[in-house]
């Protein structure tokens, strides 16, 4: 995905999932939310909003929960 698509006031459905779970799985490995913010291009108030979306969706979706699972082994394993 672009950077450009990526950081800042995007709306589609795919950059939206991919900040959603850049929020989710980065505070999760104990990322800061002011880091998080910074790096994605949003207030500390939108990560906190996008936070709580992400969890619930993860909780409705059994796809998205695996999407995130997948993400974490994968971080975990040091793979590139």
């Known amino acids: 995905m672009p950077r450009e698509d990526f950081c800042g006031t995007g709306k589609s459905a795919p950059a939206i999932l991919a900040k ?20 994605i291009g949003i207030s500390p108030s939108a990560l906190s909003r996008r936070h709580d979306a992400a969890r619930l969706k993860v909780r409705d979706s059994a796809n998205i929960s695996k999407l995130a699972s997948e993400i974490i082994q994968h971080y975990k394993s040091g793979e590139d």
């Open 20 to 39: 959603e779970m850049l929020i989710l799985i980065g505070l999760q490995i104990g990322a800061s939310t002011r880091v998080l913010s910074e790096l």
